[in-house]
């Protein structure tokens, strides 16, 4: 799993939030992990950037935005190249699906959380 570098999208410092409890996990099984929020912070050690990453060697996106707030990201999730999206309970999204199939990119409609805690990320 080490080599699946994973980028969280909608990173929050809030224990609550299922983005923050992601980036934990992914933690806890050794996954890097790079977390982007529309605020600075840090969890556990990982800081939550602002900017959008570039030139990252991210190997799976897994998105915590609803449907409404990802388009503004079709594009630059597309720009990173990952081998697969994970679209978390509550961030299905037919329209970027499509767009991420037509870009050679997997998607999957699951939750990282129960991915990790099966051993099937």
Do not use: W
Not at 12 to 27: G, N
Not at 35 to 53: L, M, S
Not at 74 to 99: A, H, W
């Amino acid at each position: 799993m080490k080599t699946k570098k994973t980028l969280v999208i909608g990173a929050s410092e809030k224990p609550v939030r299922y983005a923050y409890k992601a980036v934990r996990m992914l933690q806890q099984h050794n996954v890097p992990v790079v977390a982007f929020g529309n605020r600075e912070g840090e969890i556990n050690g990982t800081p939550i950037h602002k900017v959008f990453p570039k030139d990252e060697d991210i190997h799976t996106v897994t998105l915590y935005l609803s449907a409404k707030n990802q388009d503004g990201f079709y594009d630059k999730i597309i720009d990173l190249k990952p081998q697969r999206v994970i679209f978390n309970p509550g961030t299905e999204n037919p329209e970027f699906e499509k767009l991420l199939a037509q870009n050679g990119i997997e998607t999957e409609i699951a939750c990282t959380l129960v991915l990790l805690s099966t051993n099937r990320f």
